[in-house]
């Protein structure tokens, strides 16, 4: 039984995983103190997982049905992520390891994205590639085990992420923070095929498996600047549809050919965007039509939670790998291959 700790950007996550069984799920967020700044500030990030640390600890473990006591683990985000609210989840993680004298974890967040797919889709007993999207990571990668140590990544974003591009955007059309759910939101009223937007990175000389995303954003912000310097009216909900789709065309499109060309049967997406409702079904789509299988996680367990912590802790306790040393610092700017430090 692994007690998972996640408090790389505004979430305290606090996960406990018997297996790969889900047993508690606990959040405690800060997004609303953040709100009015329009994104995440560490400062406060950090103070607020401080202050929720030990309760959301509590309600883990009352939701679990269990006590500290019967953990055997003991997994945390060590990176990358905002380093002062990393280093209060890792000097808690510390704490607790060294208190009830159990083994410390310290896994990357990005394969922790990867590896709660098992908590809701079960064992999957062979290579898979995964695209990983979130705030700040954009990748197609090459899994041979999910919940393992090895991570290939085939191609990754450019510039920004899938869903900073989202934030961004939602800024820009005055919807709030964070965007991506208020897009997907407004998105459903709006027609997709409303306005051309680019796909980034789609020629025949570009790379496979990379993406762009700020050409996207500035087209989207040339589009309704010009429209409000002739006085036209903007549809927000077109706006977001259109933009919508241009990121999931690519998301999609690359990641299945990712899979075609690696010969793997599976497609598993992870990470915040892939909470994204269009996303899911166009990726759903696709799947059918190459043949591929598609696990994802319920959107809840897409973004930012201490389970996937678990889950990535609980498959490295069960096969066999070392643990880490006391002594591991966190890093914000862990690559996404250090899967345990
Ligand atoms: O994985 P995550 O919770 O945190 C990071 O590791 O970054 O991802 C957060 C990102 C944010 O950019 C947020 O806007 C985006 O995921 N997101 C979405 C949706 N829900 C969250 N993007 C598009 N559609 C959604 N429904
Ligand atoms: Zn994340």
């Known amino acids: 039984m692994v007690l998972g700790i996640e408090t790389s950007c505004d979430e305290t996550g606090i996960g406990i995983v018997r297996g790969s069984e ?10 609303a103190e953040h709100a009015r700044f329009g994104g ?19 309600r883990a473990c ?37 208190a009830l004298d159990k083994p410390l974890y310290g896994v990357n967040h990005l394969s922790a994205h990867v ?32 919940g393992g140590e090895e ?23 005055g919807l709030g923070f964070p965007g991506g759910p208020l897009i997907d939101r407004a998105a459903r009223e709006g027609d997709p095929a409303a306005i051309t937007f680019p796909r980034g990175l789609t020629g025949a000389h570009d790379p496979a498996f990379a993406f762009s995303f700020s ?38 499109a690359k990641a299945v050919r990712a899979a075609r060309e690696q010969g793997v049967d599976y497609l598993l997406l992870g990470g915040g965007v892939a909470a994204n409702s269009r996303l899911r079904a166009l990726a759903a789509e696709r799947c059918e039509k190459a043949g591929l299988r598609l696990r994802v996680p319920r959107p809840g367990l897409c973004t930012d939670n201490g389970a996937m912590v678990a889950a990535l802790g609980a498959q490295l306790v069960m096969h066999g790998a070392s643990a880490s040393r006391l002594d591991i610092g966190a890093d914000s700017a862990l690559p996404i291959t250090d899967v345990l430090v």
Not at 72 to 94: C, E, H, Q, S, Y
Not at 215 to 241: I, M
């Open 22 to 31: 889900l047993l508690a799920d606990a959040i405690a967020s800060s997004v």
């Open 40 to 58: 995440v500030v560490p400062e406060v990030a950090s103070r607020a997982h401080l202050q929720a640390m030990i309760p959301t600890v509590h």
């Open 62 to 98: 009352a939701d679990a049905g269990v006590s500290l006591a019967d953990i055997d683990a003991i997994a945390v985000t060590a990176g990358p992520g905002l380093a002062g609210a990393l280093l209060v989840g890792v000097a808690a993680a510390k704490a607790y390891a060294l």
């Open 115 to 146: 590896a709660v797919d098992l908590l809701e889709n079960g064992p999957l007993e062979e290579a898979c590639i995964a695209l990983l999207v979130s705030g700040g990571h954009s990748s197609i990668l090459q899994v041979p085990r999910v």
């Open 151 to 173: 991570i290939v990544e085939l191609g990754a974003t450019l510039d920004d992420a899938a869903g900073e591009a989202f934030d961004k955007v939602a800024r820009l059309l």
């Open 215 to 252: 050409g996207l954003k500035t087209a989207v912000a040339r589009w309704v600047e010009a429209r409000q310097r002739q006085g036209e009216p903007v549809s927000v909900n077109d706006v977001a549809a259109s933009f919508q789709e241009a990121v999931v065309d690519v998301l999609t």
